[in-house]
């Protein structure tokens, strides 16, 4: 319920525009780490591999709120652990452009079916429609979209190769 509640307060300062950003420049490498090692032991428990990928040259200087961008990383890791069959792999990595930076999490689970893709971003929508999961209240993603558009990103969700999803984040450089 306190989760429910907070992520409910989130959204109404998010609609009174009231949230704030604190921009710093972000390490890329050590915030994709602390992400692999906040869900390791998760992935470990439910027997769910997971793989970083760091990429061998240097990002960019990236400046965003770094406690923003990693409660949208979270919420990606979350549902793909929440749909991710057990000895399948979840994957995280980042990809930088001229302009841009994009952050992926990738799992090989049930994917989305193509009838839900259109609504999986709106506030309380939820593709269990027999509501038989009271895990989740449909709100995540909608609040990984508000915080994406704070930071003048957008979010989005493809097929992942073999099945499941791969969800991402993508930010202006500058």
Sequence with gaps: MSKLVKDMLLL???????????KNIIDIDTLLIFL???YE?????????????????????????RERLFQILTIFMDNAIHHSINNKQIEIKTTAAAKHITFFVTDHGRGIPEDDKLYIFNRFYCADKSRTDKSNFGLGLSIADELAKMMNGSVGCEDTDGGGATFFVKLPLK
């Design 41 to 65: 032991p998760i992935c470990i428990s439910k027997k769910i591999r997971l793989r970083l990928e760091i990429s061998e040259s240097s990002y960019p200087k990236f400046c965003a709120d």
């Design 36 to 38: 692999y090692e906040a």
């Design 12 to 22: 109404a300062s998010s609609d009174a525009k009231s949230w704030t950003l604190c």
